[in-house]
């Protein structure tokens, strides 16, 4: 382990719920309807950019989510810390062999430690990055019921008692109504939760463009209690990928496309300008691809001057520092290109407990790639805490740089 460094903040984690998640938290009107966990045989199809779990009499037994007649099966790499690294398979899994710490708040502030980790921020399963799997749902009303509950278990259950400060909330919105949306982020950040998950192309999940006025409230809401906007790689539903018969190596290796379409839209959209504080953080997307993006943005800003269509009186750039946060774990180039970015914009993950996670050894890799990239002790301890602080205000839960 290595304990010189500052303990670290993992900005971007993620939880598997447990079964009492809806089950506790639903009115009782919805309690039959909500989320169930049932067992079920499956087997793993590879879809052209992802493995899928569909049912199979042949296959292996996993536990799976239903709702709405539909099954989300709990797949391998989801909770891939659960094995060593040469068994680790694409497949279903029962709870049974899910490692304690990807459910269980108590163990997993006993991974933490173990991991250097002084407090971490977690993305769902279940619903999908940003809540995808109720946006799909038919009753939108018994949708909103889970989103919910769901928050209420997130603020409550998994970052409550022992875990307050260490676990930060991170909420769901229902994406189909911004009012709704708006509504949820007042409430939860009275509840104390200052982070929201959204996707990072709307138009992919069949909702408005964020150049579009739909989301208006949404972003009115987040501004005045200071709520952070998460766009995670993934939250469109989609991954890029070449062609369907490109090997799975293609689109792991594209997945930080999705984060680029998401900061030029977000640069070019004006929302930066209209709301001055909002903050936005590219969850999973690393950095190295930034530097040369800024500079075609400046320029095609500057060339095509009142022709460009943006909304936005300045470079688009000037947008970023202090607002606008990337998120890496071994990102050699995004540190080696950190003054073209910004240092204070670059934040750290271990992404717990999914198959890029680097648990239990986050803190010597965290060190090689520092190392590598030649920083020194101020900017260390501002990329592995200081930049996270800053951006979600964690001062409030009695964290500090």
Known sequence: MTTHLPRLISVDDHVIE?????????????????????????????????FLLEEDDAGDWADCWRYEGKLFAIERSLAAVSYPKDERRSGGLLFDEIRLGCHDPKARLVDMDANHTQASLCFPTFPRFCGQTFLEAKDRELAAACVRAYNDWMIDDWCGGDAYGRLIPLTLVPLWDAELAAAEVRRCAEKGAHAICFSECPPDLGLPSVHSEFWEPLWQACEHTSTVVNMHIGSSSKFITTSPDAPPLVPVSLTHESAERALVDWLCSGILERYPTIKIALSEGQAGWIPFLLERLDRSHAQWAGMSGAPISRPPSSYVPGRVYACIFEDYTGLAMRHRIGVGQLMFESDYPHTDSTWPH?????????TSAGLDEEETRAVLRGNAIACYGLDRYGLHA
């Not at 986050?362 to 520092?370: G, I, K, P, Y």
């Open 362 to 370: 986050t803190a010597a890799v965290a060190e090689r790639v520092l």
């Open 18 to 50: 447990p079964a009492h998640a809806w089950e506790d938290n639903l009115p009782a009107r919805y309690r039959d309807l909500g989320p169930v966990l049932v067992r079920r045989r499956v087997r793993s199809v590879y879809s052209g950019t992802t």
